[in-house]
C-alpha cells in the first residue's frame, strides 16, 4: 500500500468475511495469514469447503485458482468470493477492519463454486451475487451438490442391492408372515411422511 493507493490488503476482507460468517453461524477458519494455503476453510456436513476471497477484476485469477485447489484435493466444493472495490478503498486513508466489514454487510458479493465431477469438474455458481447473510444457507446448499457423482452413484447402487436382498429374503417366507411385514414397513414409511 502507498499514498496514492489508500486500500486495506486481501487478508483483511478475509478475516472480516471469516468472523461474519461465524456470526451466521458458520464454523470456518481463516487461513489467509498462513501462505500459500486456502483463504477460508470449513466442514459442512463432512463436505471439505474452501473460500478464495479476490477484489473484483481478479475473476479469472480466482477461477485458475479454485480449479486448482479442487486437483490438488484440498476440498470438495471450492468457493470464489469476489467483493467490490469500493470494500477495501479509502480516500486518504485504507478503512479500518471494522468499516471493511461494515462495507461486507452492504455489498452483495459475486459467488463462483466448483466441485468435481467424474469427467471433469462441475460448475455450480459463476458470478451470482449475494448478500453475506445468504451465503451460509447458499453454502449449506451447495455443498450438498457437490458430492461427487461417484460417490452418489455408489451409494445409490449399495441401496439398490440392499433391497434386492431384502426382498428376495421376503420371498422365503410364508405368505402370512410377509403381509404381516410389509404391513410393518408401510406403518413406518407413512409415519415418516
Do not use: W
Not at 81 to 97: D, F, H, K, N, Q
Not at 107 to 124: G, Q, R, Y
Amino acid at each position: 500500500m502507498d499514498a496514492l493507493d489508500p486500500k486495506v490488503h486481501e487478508d483483511v476482507v478475509t478475516i472480516e468475511l471469516s468472523k461474519l460468517l461465524y456470526d451466521h453461524g458458520l464454523i470456518n477458519r481463516a487461513l489467509s495469514l498462513m501462505g500459500s494455503i486456502p483463504d477460508i476453510y470449513m466442514v459442512i456436513g463432512g463436505i471439505r469447503v474452501i473460500l478464495e476471497v479476490k477484489e473484483e477484476g481478479e475473476e479469472r485469477a480466482l477461477e485458475i485458482q479454485l480449479k486448482k485447489r479442487l486437483n490438488e484435493n484440498l476440498c470438495d466444493l471450492a468457493v470464489g468470493i469476489i467483493y467490490p472495490s469500493r470494500v477495501v478503498e479509502g480516500a486518504l486513508v485504507p478503512p479500518t477492519p471494522k468499516e471493511v466489514r461494515e462495507r461486507l454487510l452492504n455489498e452483495k458479493l459475486s459467488v463462483f463454486a466448483f466441485a468435481p465431477s467424474i469427467n471433469d469438474l462441475k460448475t455450480l455458481l459463476k458470478g451470482s451475487k449475494y448478500n453475506v447473510s445468504q451465503l451460509p444457507g447458499l453454502l449449506i446448499r451447495i455443498a450438498h451438490e457437490a458430492i461427487p457423482d461417484e460417490e452418489v452413484n455408489e451409494a445409490t447402487d449399495k441401496i439398490k442391492e440392499v433391497i434386492l436382498k431384502f426382498s428376495n429374503q421376503l420371498s422365503t417366507l410364508r405368505e402370512d408372515r410377509v403381509r404381516s411385514i410389509a404391513e410393518k414397513i408401510r406403518e413406518v414409511l407413512e409415519a415418516v411422511e
